[in-house]
């Protein structure tokens, strides 16, 4: 298993933006496999991590075309700054 890390320094927050945020989640659980995405914003700071089984999911919504619209408008308008990490889970249990 995969999870993606995306953190970023919010700049602007707007109807797109919230309307755009629920579009991508939907987007990579019904449509790429994504097991699970979290999101949590606090102030300007925003991180949101998605799991997923395999890194050809993460490539294919990576580049699906209304994800990379969301890259654009998350560079010139949403985002001051952002990190994305892909990791691998060594270990995962719960209680």
Not at 3 to 14: G, H, L, T, Y
Not at 65 to 73: G, K, Y
Request: aromatic share 12%.
């Amino acid at each position: 298993m995969y999870a993606v890390i995306f953190r970023a320094e919010v700049a602007e927050v707007d109807e797109q933006y919230l309307s755009m945020a629920q579009r991508m989640r939907d987007l990579a659980i019904d449509e790429y496999g994504c097991l699970e995405f979290t999101a949590v914003t606090e102030g300007k700071q925003e991180i949101a991590i998605s799991y997923w089984e395999s890194k050809q999911q993460i490539k294919a919504w990576r580049e699906n075309p209304e994800h990379q619209e969301a890259q654009r408008l998350g560079q010139s308008r949403w985002y001051r700054s952002y990190r994305v990490q892909v990791v691998k889970v060594e270990r995962d249990y719960q209680l």
